[in-house]
């Protein structure tokens, strides 16, 4: 409180100095309880935000929506401009943005930057606060709140499950706004940890969703292989011991097609067995869905989209390296499938067991007469990633038209 120039004096008086201090008593009190209020209110809405998350998750939302919930809240709290939330992608090193809310959400939505050399990263190992002034100024320059601009005091907050942090959530204000209020600071990390508490619960919840949906998978799995694998089997085996008493060529040609059917039929269980057994705990980075990834890709360019067949417990027994190979091997063949076949159909086969088969076939246009024996880059490209797994790769003609291409590595070079 400031005062001069006394229109009555020239001088205040020791009366006046009393008067003023009982004053600013008054106003500091005065001040100290609205300040106390707001912070009951927004203590207050922070509960109500925490049981609009809560309710949200009873009620079935799921994960991402729940999230949204938290930084959205958070934000609203402290009278934030944007809010975030940073999750480590599937390997770790990296982080991606998966909620954003404010004007930058455009932006910062979906972006991935380095753990290392982030104020996310550095958060998410430390688990302690950070709290930038500026972050237009700030030497985190990896963080995209830094590098867009704009984006002036902020907090990064660890969100925590099982004792540990799993993520970022950060509040920011435009350049050139005022900086976060103690009391603001703590609110948000406040509202971070009972936000992580819920959503732990929600992670419990669905893993236990999970857990209970693996039993009845493997259960289905084991009934599929001990009944209907081994009938149909067992009927494969009198269907083809039978063709030897069958005299009209025709008929025997009729039999042997449905034995062959029958077989097809097995792999087909075969590769529904293995993928109800490990749907439920492999990531979206297993070999299998990147064969199907792969292959639907190809199938946006081809207007059809491939038949795959698995036979063994692929994401199981392949190894990292020669999955890296084998993928881009596929992709090879499925482009020159694309370019040159002129294909109505195709069909990807991976087999696992003494050797790990990668078959591509098409009904396609075949190899040309006049085609060259190497191959050319594409065939000479299958073909040095083979030879350096101690594998090789073949191209012939389907019986049926078309091109069969087989790219086979022995599983001990794993």
């Known amino acids: 409180l400031y005062l001069t120039d006394k229109q009555s004096a020239e001088v205040f008086t020791d009366i006046d100095e009393e008067l003023v201090l009982g004053l600013a008593a008054a106003a500091g009190v005065a001040i100290e309880n609205a300040r106390l209020y707001e912070y009951g209110r927004r203590r207050e809405a922070a509960l109500d935000a925490m049981r609009q998350v809560a309710t949200a998750l009873l009620a079935g939302t799921d994960s991402h929506e729940s999230i949204r919930l938290v930084a959205s809240a958070a934000g609203e709290l402290v009278g934030a401009e944007s809010a975030t939330i940073a999750l480590p992608d599937a390997s770790g090193d990296s982080m991606v943005i998966e909620v954003a809310e404010g004007p930058l959400a455009t932006d910062l939505l979906g972006a991935r930057f380095p753990r290392s050399g982030s104020v996310s990263g550095e958060v998410l190992s430390s688990g302690e606060t950070v709290i930038l002034e500026d972050a237009s100024q700030d030497y985190h320059v990896r963080q995209p ?3 867009a601009g704009g984006t002036g005091p902020a907090i990064f907050v660890a969100l925590r499950s ?66 209907v694998i081994q009938r149909l089997f067992a009927c494969g085996l009198s269907l083809q011991g039978a063709t030897r008493l069958i005299l009209d060529p025709e008929a025997r040609r009729r039999v042997e ?19 109800v057994g490990t749907s439920a705990t492999s990531d979206e980075g297993g070999l299998r869905n990147r064969v199907i990834g792969m292959t639907r890709e190809a199938g946006r360019m081809l207007g059809f989209e ?56 098409d009904d396609g246009i075949g190899i040309p007469p006049d085609a060259d024996p190497s191959g050319g880059h594409g065939l000479a490209n299958l073909r040095a990633r083979a030879e350096r797994l101690h594998g090789s790769v073949t191209l012939a003609a389907n019986d049926t038209g078309g091109t069969l291409l087989e790219w086979r590595v022995p599983a001990s070079t794993g």
């Open 145 to 147: 709140q830094v590098s």
């Open 162 to 227: 099982g004792g540990g942090p799993f993520g970022t959530l950060a509040v920011a204000r435009g350049k050139g706004e005022p900086a976060f209020a103690p009391n603001e600071i703590e609110l948000v990390q406040s509202f971070a940890a009972q936000a992580s508490v819920v959503l732990e619960l929600d992670r419990s919840r669905q893993q236990a969703q999970k857990l209970t949906l693996l039993e009845d998978q493997e259960r289905i799995a084991r009934d599929l292989h001990d009944t």
């Open 257 to 275: 097609a449905a034995v062959e059917e029958l077989d097809i039929t097995v792999r087909h269980i075969r590769t529904v067995i293995f993928d």
């Open 306 to 361: 491939p038949r795959v067949v698995f036979d063994g417990p692929v994401d199981a027994a392949v190894p990292d390296r020669i999955a890296d190979e084998l993928i881009a091997s596929l992709q090879e063949a499925l482009s020159n499938v694309v370019r040159h076949a002129a294909a109505s159909r195709v069909d990807v086969e991976l087999a696992v067991g003494q050797e790990f088969v990668l078959r591509v076939s």
